[in-house]
């Protein structure tokens, strides 16, 4: 049947309207980690695509191991609903399917180079926003980790000077007060970058623990 010109210009651009509808955003980064770590996942644990369609089965969920597959190809997305029962029946948590792995790129959305690994994946534990206040906030937290840590291998070290054994040698003792130390000046510095305002309380807290160290070094 003929149509008019008009009328198939119509049907071409109507038609190319609901493709572009469907196939929406490309796939991006966030795909590709859940791609690459839902493999790693089934994989660590020996199952193999069709056990693992089994599992999400008797979960409540469908998705055939075909589909499955094309996850792990990155040839077909996943929804929420997917994820959540995927990370349920490998035993691990959506937060883990979607962390990216070690040197790739940043999660979608994310600006590349903006944020350290470790940021991006606190945030992705629900441990911090990506905000300047929600990451000074978070590197307090670890600046007051390593210090316990610190304080806990000086005793023990000192403990094992007394006795002379322990649970951990001298050297390993001493190289872990030495890596919490490195770490505690990484922290202080990438809190100054993050907001260059703590700088003035970082050294008066340090002024301040340095004359509560000598005061108990007098007799």
């Known amino acids: 049947?003929?149509?008019?010109?008009?009328?198939?210009?119509?049907?071409a651009l109507y038609g190319s309207y609901m493709e572009q509808r469907q196939r929406g955003n490309p796939p991006g980064n966030t795909g590709a980690h859940v791609a690459a770590n839902l493999k790693h996942a089934r994989q660590s644990i020996?199952?193999?695509?069709?056990?693992?369609a089994a599992r999400v089965r008797r979960a409540g969920r469908t998705i055939s191991h075909s589909a499955i597959?094309?996850?792990?190809?990155?040839?077909?997305r996943v929804d929420v609903d997917d994820l959540t029962v995927l990370a349920y029946v490998l035993e691990t948590t959506p937060a883990a399917l979607l962390t990216p792995p070690e040197g790739e790129p940043a999660p979608t959305g994310v600006p590349e180079g903006g944020y350290l690994?470790?940021?991006v994946h606190?945030?992705?534990?629900?441990?911090?926003p990506l905000t300047i206040q929600g990451l000074v906030w978070y590197w307090r937290g670890q600046?007051?980790?390593?210090?316990?840590h610190i304080q806990l291998d000086t005793e023990l070290l000192e403990l094992y000077a007394k006795r002379g054994e322990g649970i951990s040698t001298v050297e390993d003792y001493q190289a872990r007060i030495a890596q919490y130390e490195e770490r505690l000046l990484f922290i202080q510095a990438r809190i100054i970058a993050l907001d260059p305002t703590e700088a003035g309380?970082?050294?008066?807290?340090q002024a301040s623990r340095q004359a509560i160290?000598?005061?108990?070094?007098k007799p």
């Open 1 to 11: 049947m003929y149509a008019p010109p008009l009328a198939v210009s119509s049907i």
């Open 46 to 52: 020996g199952l193999d695509l069709r056990e693992l």
């Open 122 to 128: 606190a945030w992705l534990r629900d441990w911090t």
């Open 143 to 148: 600046t007051e980790a390593a210090r316990r």
């Open 201 to 205: 309380r970082i050294a008066q807290d």
């Open 213 to 217: 160290a000598r005061g108990r070094e």
């Open 117 to 119: 690994d470790e940021e």
């Open 69 to 76: 597959s094309k996850i792990e190809n990155g040839d077909r």
